[in-house]
């Protein structure tokens, strides 16, 4: 099977039957060659509904997560946009393809490095390096921010860094209950969540919950 085929595959046979139908989402699925995101040896892999490691011990989501949530979060060309975890960089290109601008952060300068290479192809991205788990203090609002680990709460920074409308897409809670969510600033100080699906995905880096201790 060639990489193109396993492409049309992903999403005919594993995205679309995920309730993924805005053809938006699909045609950057489409669009996207997947396999450029991934070591030489995974490529073979790429287009399979599973988390790939992609060094630094994190992982790259599977296909049907990362189409799920943008398609929930609906971003608008006009947008600005805040993600939280480059990793790959593959997420990272599908919202460079739905929005104005985005500006992405990653913990580890070995996976930005290599995204950056990944992403040159693409719009104007802001390439940031530190720990974000709980804020990124650039002084900024964005539309939309995207946590691509799991925490076991959302920030307040985060929310509070949002716009009238702007949305948060995250995994909160612990293994092994999980939840997709977006989160809605719908007014100065209102919220509202949105839960999607259960799932478990590793958490964010300096975002693990914090260990139980039992007599």
């Not at 995207?146 to 702007?166: D, F, H, M, P, W």
Request: hydrophobic content about 40%; overall charge negative; aromatic content about 8%.
């Amino acid at each position: 099977m060639t990489l193109e085929q396993a492409r049309f595959n992903m999403v005919e046979q594993q995205i679309r039957p995920w309730d993924v139908l805005d053809a938006k989402v699909l045609d950057l699925f489409m669009s996207i060659p997947r396999h450029q995101f991934v070591s030489e040896a995974q490529q073979s892999l790429a287009y399979t509904d599973t988390a790939l490691p992609i060094g630094e011990g994190q992982f790259m989501l599977p296909p049907t997560l990362e189409a799920r949530m943008l398609q929930a979060l609906d971003i608008d060309e006009t947008e600005t946009v805040l993600e939280i975890g480059t990793g790959s960089g593959f997420n990272t290109a599908l919202l460079s393809k739905s929005a104005a601008q985005v500006t992405t952060v990653e913990y580890f300068p070995a996976l930005i490095e290599t995204a950056k290479t990944r992403l040159k192809a693409f719009n104007p991205i802001e390439f940031c390096q530190g720990d974000a788990s709980q804020d990124w203090q650039d002084g900024k609002q964005y539309d939309v921010i995207y946590l691509t680990g799991a925490v076991t709460n959302i920030s307040t920074q985060y929310l509070e860094k949002l716009t009238i409308g702007g949305r948060v897409a995250a995994f909160v809670g612990t293994k092994p209950a999980m939840s997709a969510c977006i989160t809605t600033r719908v007014g100065e100080n209102e919220w509202e969540t949105e839960i999607l699906f259960e799932t478990v995905v590793p958490a964010l880096i300096h975002a693990e919950p914090k260990p139980t201790f039992k007599l």
